[in-house]
C-alpha cells in the first residue's frame, strides 16, 4: 500500500452548468442531503490519512478560500493555490501545484461525490510512478455516459482515454494517485498555455505509465448539473438509509444514531452553511 500525506483538490471553475445565471453560486457549497458538497470530500480525505490538502481555486477565489477555511478540521492543513488561468481546461490547475505537494499524491475533484471504497483501493493497488486511475466499469450505472470520460484497458492499463471514444471498458470516477512525472507530462502536451487532465494521462498511457484501479461495486457520482444534483441524493439517501437499518439491526450506538440522523435527512449534524455570511 502506497503512503500518502498530500492530496490536490481542484475547486477552480465556475460549475455554470450547476448554477446558471447566479454568479454569486459557488459550486463545491451547494446542499447535498443538508451539507456543502465539499465536506464529503474533506471528510473522506480525513478518513485517508491526508495531512495536506491544496485547494486549487480560481473562480471568485476569495469567496471559495473564505469559506473552505470554516470547513477545514484541524488535522488537515490547508493550502490554496490560485489558478488566474481558470478558464482553461483543468490540466493547467494541476499544473499550479507542482513544486507544492509531496508525491505520490491523491487528486481528485471538489464536484465528486465516492465511497471512501475507493480511495482504500487506490492506496491499495497504486502502482509507483505511475498515474493510477479509479475506473468504474459498471457502465449501465453512469448517469450521463455521452459526457462521461471514457477509458479503454488492458491488463490492468490504460490505453486510450477521452470522452469520444467509441470502444471502451471504464469511466473515469475524478480520483487519481499521481506521480511527480504528471507535471512533467502536462507541460509537454500543453498546446497554446492550455492541456486537460485526460490529456496527461493519455500521454503516459502512451508510455506504459497509466493504471486503471476497479472500484468493483463502490460509488460514486459527478455532480455538474441540477439533474446530476438530484440523482446523487437519491443514492446517497438510499445508501445511508441502508448502512444504517444495517448499523441499527446490529443494535450499536453509532447505528443508532445514524439512524436519527437519516430520519432528518442527513447522516452527519448539521453544519454553518459557511456562504451565509460571506460578501
Known amino acids: 500500500m502506497i503512503a500518502i500525506s ?20 459557488l459550486k463545491p457549497f451547494v446542499p447535498v442531503l443538508g451539507r456543502p458538497l ?10 485517508a490519512g491526508i495531512k495536506k490538502a491544496s485547494f486549487i481555486v480560481g473562480y471568485q477565489s476569495a469567496r471559495m478560500i473564505e469559506a473552505v477555511r ?35 499524491f491523491l487528486l481528485t475533484m471538489s464536484d465528486h461525490l465516492f465511497d471512501q471504497l475507493i ?16 475506473i468504474d466499469r459498471k457502465l449501465d450505472s453512469i448517469f450521463d455516459v455521452d459526457d462521461a470520460m471514457k477509458v479503454q484497458t488492458q491488463a490492468g492499463q490504460i490505453l ?33 498555455g492550455d492541456c486537460s487532465l485526460a490529456d496527461g494521462v493519455r500521454s503516459m498511457a502512451s508510455q506504459g505509465k497509466a493504471c486503471a484501479v476497479d472500484i468493483g461495486d463502490a ?28 448499523m441499527a439491526n446490529a443494535g450499536s450506538d453509532r447505528g443508532n444514531r445514524a439512524e436519527n440522523y437519516a430520519r ?6 448539521k453544519m454553518k452553511d459557511p456562504l451565509s455570511h460571506a460578501e
Open 70 to 104: 470554516q470547513l477545514i478540521p484541524s488535522k488537515i492543513e490547508p493550502c490554496f493555490i490560485e489558478n488566474r488561468d481558470w478558464q482553461k481546461q483543468n490540466g493547467v490547475s494541476l499544473l499550479t501545484a507542482a513544486n507544492q505537494v509531496t508525491p505520490p
Open 38 to 47: 465539499i465536506c464529503y470530500t474533506i471528510d473522506a480525505l480525513i478518513h
Open 264 to 269: 432528518t435527512g442527513n447522516n452527519y449534524p
Open 119 to 134: 480511495i482504500d483501493l487506490l492506496l491499495r493497488n497504486a502502482v509507483p510512478d505511475q498515474v493510477n486511475v479509479a
Open 160 to 192: 486510450k482515454i477521452g470522452k469520444d471514444l467509441t470502444a471502451y471498458d471504464g469511466i473515469d470516477t475524478g480520483l487519481f494517485v499521481c506521480p511527480l512525472d504528471i507535471f512533467d507530462y502536462l507541460e509537454r502536451v500543453k498546446r497554446d
Open 219 to 246: 460509488w460514486w457520482q459527478d455532480v455538474d448539473t441540477p439533474e446530476m444534483l438530484a440523482c446523487a441524493e437519491t443514492q446517497l439517501r438510499s445508501r445511508l438509509a441502508r448502512h444504517d437499518i444495517a
Open 6 to 25: 498530500d492530496a490536490v483538490i481542484l475547486m477552480a471553475g465556475s460549475g455554470s452548468r450547476l448554477r446558471g445565471p447566479d454568479e454569486t453560486f
